[in-house]
């Protein structure tokens, strides 16, 4: 069974930046991907950024493209995702999630993390 365990996030001003990491225990897979999710109050969840654990090929949502990095120690099976230049409209939840196979933008991902919170203040 894989765990994902999540640190960071908090309450930061807009226009600051943040960091938040995920690392994953116990069995991967020879070929894995890792993701992160972002959920706010009243609305879906949605796709932010994923990132391939074999060969870092990363993908963005338009809307953090240029503002967030999504990177990884292939290694130790952690991911981060460092987010500057924030938006209050970037308050959510964020989860990080691991799937078998190649990143997708889709919410196909087999393990989820318990989810952090990230506040953004204007």
């Known amino acids: 069974q894989v765990q994902l365990v999540q640190s960071g996030g908090g309450l930061v001003q807009a226009g600051g930046s943040l960091t938040v990491s995920c690392t994953a225990s116990a069995r991967t897979f020879t070929t894995y991907a890792m993701a992160w999710f972002r959920q706010a109050p009243g609305k879906e969840r949605e796709f932010v950024a994923a990132i391939s654990g074999n060969t870092g090929i990363s993908l963005y949502a338009d809307s953090v493209k240029g503002r967030f990095t999504i990177s990884r120690e292939y290694g130790k099976k952690t991911v981060y995702l460092q987010m500057n230049s924030l938006k209050p409209e970037d308050t959510a939840l964020y989860y990080c999630?691991?799937?078998?196979?190649?990143?997708?933008?889709?919410?196909?991902?087999?393990?989820w993390g318990q989810g952090t919170q990230v506040t953004v203040s204007s």
């Open positions: 999630a691991l799937r078998p196979g190649v990143p997708v933008r889709t919410a196909s991902y087999d393990y």
